[in-house]
């Protein structure tokens, strides 16, 4: 059989299937051109049409979530959850509240989730889900009775062996307590392992709020350490700023880098002294306020709402804010920068444009399946943490991210060679490793 004219009919017939879902056709793309050297040399997976199995999420779930605004006024919202591949373990992966979360978003992050959470080794499988609720400019009472909505219908699917929620853009730790509230209030179960992300007083792991941005820095670490460098010195963008921009800037500085840019949906901030963590978390966590004020309280600073943070010149690129945020120009601007790595702390950030120039350019690119996995990583961690009645320190929690992180860049680099690229070439290792681990799942488990 022609190995990558069956790829080409896969990927047609995926985006047949799902019609109108761009960004769930972009990531199952990405994955499916990177498997031919993996299936010529696994024909049992061509025979097994694991391929094909693995773009079929295992169940879907949609739903209303109505809700009683502070005006008495009756809102109606359309919950999702996507249970997408439960080879390796329960379904993971985090719930998004954003008016732009549509069932093709749900499922382009769900799928992405299934290898993400394969690369860790930590047993999970992967699952996605949100809502078109946003979050913005509502009270305290509204995001609490929307949560309790949305649980009211979510929990029936739930369970710490089954699937288990975290949080994404727009679900924090809030959003999580008044998940978990509602879930144990339903069941009458305090059943800890079923939500990660929880306050560390009553079940959350040290670190994981932080674990995303920290584990996609120690990523670009161990990138830039194949080259003999290090952050020390070094100028670094972080577009984003909450909370994995926030983590990744707090790690990058104690690196010894200078995160000399970040920002938000509106524009971003250039400080060249370096952006301060105090001040940008009190901006945007406690006044919940826009970048804009971080320049009016730091004059030295420059605000901008045109054009894009990637114009600012920068060793190391950290874009941790949203899908396709960084496009082709963009890539094009830190590449005639001199652009040395790029690491993916959001889930797919980068167009293929922009992957395709960093390739070519030789930039070293680290995809968010492989760069951001440390945040579903300490997930894992907490759902450990939480079987065994046990409480880790902050230390022991960030040394296991540390080595979870390490490990998963060692062997993106070991497969890629393996299976015929250049040990740089991390999409390839990474869609090629995590694959073949929910494939040989699949195939011991049956057809199921
Ligand atoms: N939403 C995060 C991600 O994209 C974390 C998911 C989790 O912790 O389950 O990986």
């Known amino acids: 059989m022609n190995v990558s004219a069956h790829i080409e009919a896969v990927y047609a017939e995926v985006c047949r299937r799902n019609a109108g ?203 830039l350490a194949t080259r003999g460098e290090g952050f020390e010195g070094r100028k670094v963008v972080v577009s984003g700023s909450g909370n994995v921009a926030v983590y990744a800037i707090e790690k990058v500085r104690a690196l010894g880098g200078t995160v000399v840019a970040c920002s938000d949906s509106s524009g971003y901030v250039v400080d060249e002294d370096g952006i301060d963590l105090e001040l940008l978390k009190g901006v945007k966590e406690v006044r919940r306020g826009r970048l804009s004020s971080y320049a009016e309280a730091k004059p030295k600073a420059r605000y901008s709402e045109r054009g894009s943070v990637f114009e600012v010149p920068c060793d190391v690129a950290l874009p941790c804010a949203t899908q396709n945020e960084l496009a082709g120009q963009d890539a094009g601007a830190l590449v005639k920068n001199g652009v040395v790595a790029v690491a993916e702390g959001a889930n797919m950030p980068c167009t293929p444009e922009a992957i395709e120039t960093f390739r070519e350019a030789g930039v070293l690119f680290g995809p968010g399946k492989a760069a951001n996995a440390g945040g579903v990583a300490t997930s894992a961690l907490e759902m450990q943490q939480n079987a065994s009645r046990d409480v880790w320190t902050f230390a022991q929690t960030e040394a296991r991210l540390a080595s979870v992180m390490q490990s998963v860049h060692a062997e993106c680099r070991a497969t890629a060679e393996t299976y015929g690229g250049s040990a740089d070439d991390y999409v390839l290792g990474a869609n090629i490793e995590g694959f073949l681990r929910v494939a040989e799942a699949m195939t011991a488990q049956g057809v199921v």
């Open 21 to 223: 879902e761009p960004e769930f056709h972009q990531a199952v793309g990405e994955v499916l051109h990177s498997l031919a050297p993996a299936l010529h040399a696994h024909p049992e997976y061509l025979e097994a049409r694991i391929a094909e199995r693995v773009c079929e999420p295992e169940r879907q779930v949609i739903f209303r979530v109505p809700w009683v605004d502070d005006q008495g006024r009756p809102q109606v919202n359309r919950g999702f959850r996507v249970e997408f591949s439960s080879a390796l373990g329960p379904y993971k992966g985090g719930l998004r509240f954003h008016p732009s979360v549509n069932l093709g978003i749900v499922k382009f992050l769900g799928f992405e989730q299934i290898f993400k959470n394969a690369l860790t080794g930590l047993a999970i499988g992967g699952g996605k889900g949100g809502s078109d609720f946003d979050p913005k400019g509502r009270s305290e009472g509204e995001i609490m009775r929307f949560c309790q909505s949305f649980m009211t219908e979510l929990y029936r699917h739930l369970g710490e062996h089954t699937d288990v929620p975290a949080g994404d853009i727009g679900v924090g730790g809030r959003e999580i307590g008044y998940l978990f509230g509602q879930y144990k209030r339903i069941t009458n179960r305090f059943e800890a392992g079923v939500l990660t992300g929880k306050g560390i007083g009553w079940g959350g792991s040290q670190a994981r709020t932080e674990a995303t941005g920290y584990g996609a820095v120690f990523f670009a670490k161990e990138m």
